[in-house]
């Protein structure tokens, strides 16, 4: 049973920075596809980045260039996020898979269905961004 715990989350104002991290604990196997996820109040949950086993990675176009997810040796997940806006205040979540054989395309699924699908889900931090 894979468990994700989230952490980093916090109140900054616009055009500053924040650092989430998610913390993977009883993987198994190396081969996961992992993500960041997030839900603003009263809008559905929506793909922010994913990353595969090989380090691949993909965004959400609102996200490219100020946000970078990353993993470290023990598969512990990040998500450095800049030039924060307040439309990115909301509720952050990881989760993982199993990757497919086409990993990368199946990131990019993921992160336009929300991450539906994807088994494992952490409990979410929560990021404000104050104009």
């Known amino acids: 049973q894979v468990q994700l715990m989230e952490s980093g989350g916090g109140s900054v104002q616009t055009g500053e920075s924040l650092r989430l991290s998610c913390a993977v604990s009883g993987a198994t196997s190396r081969d996961y596809c992992m993500g960041w996820f997030r839900q603003a109040p009263g809008k559905k949950r929506e793909g922010v980045a994913g990353?595969?086993?090989?380090?691949?990675a993909v965004y959400a176009d609102s996200v490219k260039g100020r946000f970078t997810i990353s993993q470290d040796n023990g598969k512990n997940l990040y998500l450095q996020m800049n030039s924060l806006k307040p439309d990115d205040t909301a509720m952050y979540y990881c989760a993982a898979d199993l990757c497919p054989p086409t990993a990368t395309q199946a990131l990019a699924v993921y992160l336009s269905l929300g991450g539906a699908g994807m088994d494992w889900w952490g409990k979410g931090t929560l990021v404000t961004i104050s104009s």
């Open positions: 990353i595969d086993s090989d380090g691949s």
